[in-house]
């Protein structure tokens, strides 16, 4: 290579050559033309990986993780733009299935949120047993309150139960005392026989006619 090549600034070595590199090592260091390139990258749901890689290919710029991840840190309203951005995604994902309070639909959104509200790849990764985690949670949280209802449906059911027989004793009671009643005016209007009048008689029999009565029916029991 002559001594005039040499000279040259790297990257103007010849015709065709690659452009030179740009370092930025601080947040403070990133220059205007950049700043909205990165604000749609964060906004639209990349991760800070995305970005570097992106700026890398796109802007021969290279730019650490640290860097990022302090530039969209210190921006709160860059942070506000993501959010509705996200929120926005999941709308529309979640109108695409058709209706939109199904548990399909539910679902998905909560997937689509945990992935792309994640700001690394770590963070935005989303599994198999992850989803599967997230439906068998849901599913767990149904059959509870499935339980749950069922046993308010008994226990309802047994108040109501309860209350019924005894309004059937209490009629039963009343009923004794009347019948007992009539039974000692027949046993005195037939006083001196020597045999139970056909008054007695009735009277004892519908007594014990009372008495072989169930407080509730078996089907109902």
């Known amino acids: 290579m002559s001594e005039e090549a040499k000279n040259k600034p ?3 070595t010849g015709k065709g ?3 030179p590199v740009q370092v930025i090592k601080k947040v403070g260091d990133i220059p205007e033309g950049l700043l909205k390139f990165i604000d749609d990258l964060l906004e639209d749901g990349a991760t800070f990986e995305d970005v570097v890689e992106t700026l890398q290919e796109e802007r021969q710029t290279q730019m650490s993780l640290r860097v990022v991840s ?16 996200q929120v926005e995604k999941a709308r529309e994902l979640k109108k695409s299935l058709g209706d939109p309070e199904s548990e399909e639909a539910s679902l998905a959104d909560a ?3 945990t992935g792309y509200m994640g700001l ?10 992850d989803i599967e985690s997230i439906r068998l949670s849901k599913e767990n949280l149904r059959l509870r309150n499935q339980v749950l209802r069922q046993k308010d449906q ?10 019924l027989r ?10 004794y005392k009347l019948k007992t009643a009539a039974l000692k005016r027949a046993m005195a209007a037939e006083e001196g026989q020597n045999q139970l009048g056909p008054q007695t008689k009735r009277a004892i029999e519908e007594i014990y006619g009372v008495a072989s009565i169930p407080s509730f029916p078996a089907e109902i029991r």
Do not use: C, D, P
């Open 10 to 12: 790297n990257g103007a």
């Open 17 to 19: 050559a690659e452009a």
């Open 70 to 85: 302090g530039y969209f840190r210190a921006n709160l309203n860059l942070q506000k733009r993501r959010v509705l951005r």
């Open 111 to 113: 997937v689509f949120m």
């Open 120 to 129: 690394t790849r770590k963070g935005a990764e989303i599994k198999l047993k």
């Open 154 to 163: 008994q226990n309802r059911q047994q108040k109501t139960y309860r209350h």
């Open 166 to 175: 005894a309004e059937v004793e209490k009629s039963k009671l009343e009923f």
